[in-house]
């Protein structure tokens, strides 16, 4: 990246925070950060306006680590602007890579939501019926708020993106790999997915397996496991065989199924759709009336089968704004 230090911005969009944490649990690491980089804008941490951002040169970043779906104007408006300002940008986090947690929103309307919120809640204001405003007059001046779109983007629909790095939120021993990379100018091809493997958790995952022969699919907590046979073969419902490695098999090696935050493994389009189908074939029966009573088994089977990737699926509604 040059000589001196690197200039580096950290942002989030829609997104919980846990991706700035994970950035915070390198621990020492970022002392390292912080002695190779100059820190010019990461709201959690630094006090920085947008007008600090805005009055940069393009292409005065080195890198920007962008967490966080893009669900709302000012998600967009800072997603462009950081890519102007910055040469490498990367989607960091489920969210940013996939449309995360957030993205579940577009199995509904905007409208919906905020029907629900704030129309079909208790209230501290009973009687209440407004919804946010994008502007409010104020003593004589104007509150704005971010126009919510309709739906939840991932961050490449929005702007070029260099590099991805998935997790939810990605390890900091992941973390601590990206930006070492960076520093020593050994990143691979531009687009590429980094800090992550190149099979599936499955091909990782010490789990034996043998028959595939389900009669009842289980919540975790309904039986008492094997610790030793793969997951979906005792009926709990693991992501592993469509998510991309990398994690260390973190959820099956601690007992839970696979939930994929790490996104479609490679050469998986989509990742919902090649879980169904792994799913599908560990039913046991060949009456349809047995297999729809199987399949009623499962718990909200689409949340669970695109927990973190809806909006990069193929079930999208095609209208935006
Ligand atoms: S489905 Fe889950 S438990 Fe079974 S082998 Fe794959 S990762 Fe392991
Ligand atoms: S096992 Fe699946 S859900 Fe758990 S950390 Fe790995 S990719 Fe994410």
Not at 188 to 202: K, Y
Not at 256 to 277: E, H, I, M, N
Not at 283 to 289: G, L, N
Request: proline share 6%; aromatic share 6%.
């Amino acid at each position: 990246m040059g000589a001196g230090k690197l200039q580096v911005a950290l942002y989030w969009g829609s997104a919980c925070g846990g991706c700035d944490v994970a950035v915070l649990d390198t621990n020492e690491f970022i002392l390292d950060v912080a002695a190779a980089a100059d820190i010019r804008f990461w709201p959690i941490a630094v006090d920085g306006k947008y007008r600090d951002l805005e009055a940069m040169a393009d292409g005065e970043l080195d890198l920007t680590l962008f967490n966080g779906a893009v669900r709302n104007s000012e998600n967009e408006h800072v997603a462009k602007l950081l890519r102007r300002k910055s040469k490498l940008l990367v989607a960091f986090g489920s969210c940013s890579h996939l449309g995360g947690i957030p993205g579940l929103a577009n199995l509904t309307s905007r409208d919906a939501i905020l029907a629900t919120v704030y129309h079909g809640n208790a209230s501290l204001e009973p009687g209440s019926s407004g919804l946010p405003q994008t502007v409010t007059p104020v003593n004589g001046a104007e509150l704005e708020l971010p126009t919510l779109y309709h739906r939840v983007y991932r961050l490449a629909d929005i702007v070029a993106v260099d590099y991805f790095v998935p997790g939810c939120p990605p390890a900091p021993a992941q973390v601590q790999s990206v930006l070492t990379a960076v520093v020593k100018g050994e990143l691979p091809a531009r687009g590429s997915v980094v800090g992550a493997g190149e099979r599936t958790v499955c091909d990782e995952c010490k789990r034996t397996k043998s028959t595939k022969a389900i009669k009842r699919f289980f919540r975790p907590w309904e039986i008492i496991q094997d610790p030793e046979r793969c997951l979906l073969e005792q009926g709990i419902l693991c992501l592993g065989s469509a998510t991309r490695s990398g994690c260390g098999v973190r959820c099956p090696g601690s007992n839970q199924g696979c939930r994929g935050c790490y996104g479609p493994a490679p050469g998986v389009t989509d990742q919902g759709a090649k879980f169904l189908s792994a799913v599908s074939s560990t039913i046991d029966s060949k009456d349809p009336r047995e297999i729809e009573t199987i399949l009623g088994g499962l718990p909200d089977f689409i949340s669970f089968a695109y927990r973190f990737g809806l909006p990069a699926s193929r079930l999208q509604r095609r209208h935006g704004g």
